[in-house]
């Protein structure tokens, strides 16, 4: 059938670095492009579910409102019939409308619905487009195949801006690449390797494996070298990286980033291939209808990355109702760094003072002079959640603050750097990280992160405790890491907030620095 008229094309990003736009950059949230994203609604129509996500999309890393999925299998049993499953078509209009009585409840102005192979290969795509109409007045735009290629990369690039690689998106009736490089998506194909189509293949395995050869081969053809990252889209791939987590005893269970080689993809292949599905099900938390269509797509992800050979694999729980989200955003917006503007957002929304985080970062800044800027944006970032966990029973703050920050939807941050930061802000209210219920996390990064983990939460639970106006500086850190010295500087006015409390801190501070601490009143140091 042919395409209604698609959702209008955005302009490419520009090869702009995140690092080039610097971490203090002013917040963009408040800026009225940016509110103008508050509370976007969008559904997706797949072939195997139909999904409603509302977005409080103001910041740059996506915070989930509402985000409900119903399985319909809209595409079941279409390789034989060529129409929409009757059942699958019931279960969609009723999700439907649904989630248009939802959108009114929530005074959303619109949803923005998408529909992809399912719909757009179904003789009676149309049809079902038209009773959808009629029956809750909302649009679908059916899209085809490329332009689905394109916005799950744009989903990728709201996670990374600065990601490189190819984007492999699985649905139930279709499979999509496209390689991204430069913020920007170049090239697409589309294929029929969803394993809704695969799973009604004639021929057994035998036919199957020699048909998913045959297509990739010729993806392949089209898309040349890709030695890069592969992105994983879809939920059939997150199915799995749930299942490789399960077999490696992985204990970070946050699919979004999540990182695998060639060598383990091929292990947990043959690891499902060698299980009790309704066991593994159980144990990995997937639900029935996605594990029936995960041994199909084990198969095509085992000849993916033998075909393409990527130097690694990640995980994106972005995909392309994100990337209709970063279809809306403002270019200013997309060039930012997401870690840094969700931080900001949360600042702004839950911290006691919004603001002081900048403060607390330039008063620790003389600790992370020579650090390199992937470090320093963790540091930035930590300062900037600091503190919006203070709601929590002080007797479960510092393991709230490891929690929210390992566990968050963040984009931008690798599951290593996620732990980090989860130390940093725990010992922001902790001198210690022992007899927590997160040990086993602990021991995902060195000893050595560890303890600069230690030391950056240490120093903002001493700045913290002087608390300056966040307009204002007056007090100053000095470090000269050769000597083994920290030095603090005190202006007069600001003695009376160096109590004993303060000193401790001080003091503990030192000691995971392995330094003299000296204390200097009088004029501010120069620089």
Avoid at 133 to 150: F, K, M, P, Q, S
Avoid at 159 to 185: Q, T
Avoid at 340 to 359: L, S, T
Avoid at 452 to 471: C, P, V
Wanted: proline share 4%; net charge positive; aromatic share 8%.
């Amino acid at each position: 059938m042919a395409d209604q008229t698609a959702p209008s094309r955005a302009a490419p990003v520009p090869e702009t670095g995140v690092a080039e736009l610097g971490l203090f950059a002013k917040p963009l949230f408040q800026d009225p492009g940016a509110r103008a994203l508050a509370r976007v609604g969008v559904v997706d129509v797949g072939s195997n579910s139909v999904r409603l996500v509302v977005f409080d999309g103001a910041a740059r890393s996506p915070a989930y409102f509402y985000n409900e999925k119903i399985m319909c299998a809209l595409g079941a049993g279409m390789s034989e019939t060529g129409h929409l499953s009757p059942e699958g078509r019931a279960r969609a209009l009723s999700a439907l409308r649904r989630f248009s009585k939802l959108a009114d409840g929530m005074g959303l102005s619109e949803l923005t619905v998408v529909a992809t192979a399912a719909v757009r290969d179904a003789s009676d795509g149309r049809e079902f487009c038209a009773d959808v109409l009629r029956e809750t007045g909302l649009r679908i735009w059916v899209i085809d195949g490329e332009e689905e290629a394109r916005l799950s990369a744009q989903g990728v690039l709201l996670g990374w801006p600065g990601a490189y690689g190819l984007v492999c998106d699985i649905g139930g009736s279709s499979m999509e690449l496209a390689e991204i490089s430069g913020g920007r998506v170049g090239r697409r194909v589309t294929s029929q390797l969803g394993p809704l189509k695969l799973r009604d293949l004639k021929g057994g395995a035998k036919g199957r494996h020699a048909h998913i050869k045959e297509v990739i081969t010729g993806l392949q053809e089209k898309m040349g070298s890709q030695r890069d990252r592969l992105f994983l889209v879809g939920g059939s791939w997150r199915a799995i990286a749930r299942i490789d987590m399960y077999r490696r005893g992985y204990p970070l269970h946050v699919l979004h980033e999540y990182r695998m080689t060639v060598t383990s993809v091929r292990e947990t292949v043959k690891f499902i291939q060698a299980s009790d599905l309704e066991e593994l099900r159980n144990a990995c938390g997937v639900s029935s209808s996605r594990m029936s269509l995960v041994p199909y797509a084990a198969e095509v992800l085992s000849r993916l990355v033998k075909t393409f050979r990527p130097k690694d694999i990640a995980v994106s729980s972005y995909g392309i109702r994100e990337g209709m989200l970063y279809e809306q955003m403002p270019q200013r917006l997309r060039d930012r760094d997401p870690l840094i503007e969700a931080c900001y957002f949360a600042e702004a929304k839950d911290a006691r003072m919004p603001g002081f985080g900048k403060v607390l970062y330039n008063f620790i800044l003389p600790l992370y002079r020579s650090a390199p800027h992937a470090r320093r944006r963790l540091v930035k970032a930590a300062c900037l959640l600091h503190d919006v966990s203070w709601r929590a029973h002080p007797d479960y703050r510092a393991e709230t603050c490891f929690d929210n920050a390992t566990r968050a939807n963040l984009g931008g941050l690798k599951h290593l750097e996620r732990i980090y930061l989860g130390l940093a802000l725990l010992h922001r209210y902790s001198n210690k990280r022992e007899n927590t219920r997160f040990e086993d996390l602990y021991e995902m990064v060195d000893e050595k992160t560890r303890l600069e983990a230690e030391i950056l939460g240490k120093a903002m639970r001493f700045g913290a405790m002087l608390w300056m106006d966040k307009n204002e500086q007056r007090g100053e850190l000095r470090w000269f890491p050769k000597k083994k010295q920290l030095e603090l500087w005190l202006t007069p006015d600001m003695v009376p907030l160096f109590g004993e409390v303060a000193e401790a801190r001080l003091n503990s501070l030192a000691k995971s620095l392995e330094a003299e601490v000296h204390v200097r009143t009088g004029k501010r140091a120069a620089k």
